[in-house]
């Protein structure tokens, strides 16, 4: 996507979710079970034989990844087909889905398992602070795990350190913050834990941006067009915003924001989400149904 000074951004993303089983109907770790066709923890995805995708067990979840993208709007539709055609294979081999859920909840003995215990995470950069954050301990949370939806933005290589914070911190006000509105009611539980506020990973491409659940892939609420233009309009922005070393201070309180996106539990539609944080400037920013 070109930018207002030339730049080309590319996009992915890589977006976790809970298998369930139909029989035993209960969430269950996907390490118990084969990948479909391969005994691997990795596969392709394919689609009219091109591989447009890879999948592997990510411990107790199932994650997917896109391939890199030159918009956002394609990574979104590339990333809600493979879930699709992953899901189909699922199905038919242990007959189990794939929930677009950011929270599930295991049995005890499900979770017993060192894989299970396990989240494999490096930790991540407070996009407010600077700060390292170690990643939660698995124990802490039974019986609940999480599942995220990152987006990885490339062509921010050049950029200082200080500007992809800033570029992060304004993902959020753009980007995070309306996605709330599109989460199910428990996604709170997820941000207790994991994916709060500004968090990110440095990359030589440019940012892993860590906040998001796996929400914004739930086609059943008839928004795919409505989360890819906030995922353009939002990103964008954010680019121009960092380049110009424009502050959130300017329109709002961060401490604000980073407060009602990690306590948030549903209570406001996305509107009335900036509302709270935002002044009239910024809300413009509307992606409500």
Not at 31 to 43: A, K, L, W
Not at 54 to 64: A, G, L, M, P
Not at 93 to 100: E, F, G, N
Request: charged fraction near 25%; include cysteine; hydrophobic fraction near 35%.
């Amino acid at each position: 996507m070109k930018m207002f000074d030339g730049k080309n951004l590319t996009f992915g993303s890589d977006i976790e979710f809970i298998l369930f089983h139909h029989g035993t109907k209960q969430n269950i770790p996907a390490t118990c079970y084969n990948t479909p066709e391969t005994s691997e923890n990795r596969g392709v995805i394919e689609s009219k034989g091109e591989t447009i995708g890879t999948f592997h067990r990510d411990n107790i979840t199932v994650e997917i990844q896109t391939t890199i993208h030159d918009t956002p709007d394609a990574m979104v539709y590339q990333a809600i087909r493979l879930r699709q055609l992953l899901a189909l294979r699922y199905e038919e081999s242990i007959k189990a889905t794939l929930l677009v859920n950011p929270v599930g909840e295991y049995a005890p003995d499900m979770l017993k398992t060192p894989e299970a215990q396990e989240m494999g995470c490096l930790p991540d950069v407070c996009a407010y602070s600077g700060e390292e954050k170690a990643g939660p301990k698995p124990v802490n949370m039974d019986p609940i795990r999480v599942c995220s939806g990152h987006i990885h933005v490339g062509g921010l290589e050049d950029l200082e350190d200080e500007q992809r914070r800033l570029f992060v911190r304004w993902f959020d006000a753009l980007v995070v913050l309306p996605l709330l509105a599109h989460e199910r009611a428990d996604a709170w539980k997820r941000r207790q834990h994991y994916g709060q506020a500004g968090r990110f990973r440095y990359k030589d491409y440019g940012v892993e941006l860590r906040a998001p659940s796996n929400s914004w892939l739930n086609t059943a609420r008839g928004r795919p067009q409505r989360i890819a233009r906030l995922f353009r309009e939002g990103l964008g922005t954010a680019y121009t915003c960092a380049m110009k070393g424009v502050e959130l201070d300017a329109y709002g309180d961060p401490k604000h924001l980073r407060t009602i996106i990690n306590d948030y539990n549903g209570a406001h539609r996305d509107s009335e989400l900036l509302a709270l944080a935002w002044k009239q400037s910024v809300s413009t920013f509307r992606y409500a149904d």
